[in-house]
């Protein structure tokens, strides 16, 4: 290979690098575009349904209600944090509350699904992604159908956070969730649309008008005098793509999943030809070798707490279990990862989201949320 050929090798190797991690910044923010529209168009409905305090006394209506809210809004930090707010506002009793956390738990993993159908056109392909997306949705199904019938009849899971909580002296710190994954995706996200992410609680809390808007529209406020009453009126559109539309939001909601669908994928067919086009022959069977091999010897069984560690790790970062494993499933459809080596990085995963949650609890508002 001349000079010349070796430079344009290296050179073509940096853009293909710098393409795929501006495609993975694409591919998330799509995810994260893709969230903000499910809650603007189901938010007001599960607002709704978390107002319905009789039907959420029923330990499996809790679980559906949870899991249904979930898929609607496609955050699970979305219905845990309407939950956690009812709770401080003794609106939900602890213990219908954990039906709805384990139902918000399986309506998480639906994203991983729908990633997994976007490798669609080929099937070997497919059959691998989506065989790694049902892992997520097994592990949780399995973990529900185990621990609530347990729940049900003893209240394990409520008198164990409850002796938790007791021994462990948890002050509230409104600077406990810090932001990672987030603080990079913002700038684009929040130019395209921003929600009022108290909007939906309000509705759960019954506290919101009939009539009030899940986009925050207004940045600032100002106050004017009528009659020597001085009334908050908005002054200053916040500086996102939707703010001075007058539409619904369930429009609004519907044309933004029509762009994120399109976006997200577009960016995930491209990123498995860029990485069809890095990972291959040689260098496919080390990164192969390294992710899935074990340990030598007596550490063998020491390699999947270690998927499950990287997999906690991630998850905290990311401050999503959903874009974690969502990042995964392309990854096992091109038969890069296992779906053996995909069981540990899940585990680690919903550790790791466990862990955000109670990041999430800590900025409460009362000693109650904890």
Known sequence: MSRNDRIKSILTLILRIIGLLALLYLFVCS??????????????????????????????????????????????STSTSIVVSMVSSSILPVK????????????????????????????????????GATVHDM????????????????????????????SINLKRNPNSNPEFLTVITKPLTER???????????IALGNASANISLLKRYCSYKNESDNGTFNKVPDQYCPFLFAKVNWADWLIGLVLLIISLVC????????????????????????????????????????????????????????????????????????????????????????GTTITGIMAALTATSEKDL
Request: net charge positive; glycine share 8%.
């Open 96 to 131: 219908q509350a954990i039906p709805i956390i384990m139902g918000a738990n399986i309506g998480t993993s639906v994203t991983n699904t729908l990633v997994a159908l976007t490798q669609s056109g080929k099937r070997e392909e497919f059959s691998l992604a989506f065989a």
């Open 264 to 351: 997200l994928c577009l960016c995930l067919f491209l990123l498995v030809k860029i990485l069809q086009s890095l990972l291959k022959g040689t260098v496919k069977n080390i990164i192969f070798k390294i992710v899935n091999t074990d340990f030598p010897g007596i550490f063998k069984h020491l390699t999947p707490y270690l998927a499950i560690l990287v997999g906690c790790i991630l998850t905290i970062l990311v401050q999503s279990s959903s874009i974690f494993t969502s990042t995964l499933t392309p990854l096992v459809g091109l038969g890069i990862i296992t779906i053996e080596r995909v069981y540990p990085f899940t585990l680690g995963s919903n550790i």
């Open 192 to 202: 395209i649309v921003l929600l009022d992410k108290k909007a939906i609680e309000s």
């Open 31 to 76: 995810l994260d575009l893709m969230s903000s529209a499910f809650r603007l168009i189901g938010g007001k409905i599960t607002g709704k349904v978390f107002a319905e305090g009789a039907i959420l006394s029923n330990p499996i209506a809790g679980l559906m209600i949870g899991l249904l809210a979930t898929v609607l809004v496609q955050s699970s």
């Open 139 to 166: 592990f949780n199904w399995l973990s529900v159908l185990v621990l609530l019938p347990i729940e049900i009849a003893s209240n394990m899971l409520y008198h164990l956070t409850r002796l938790i909580t007791k």
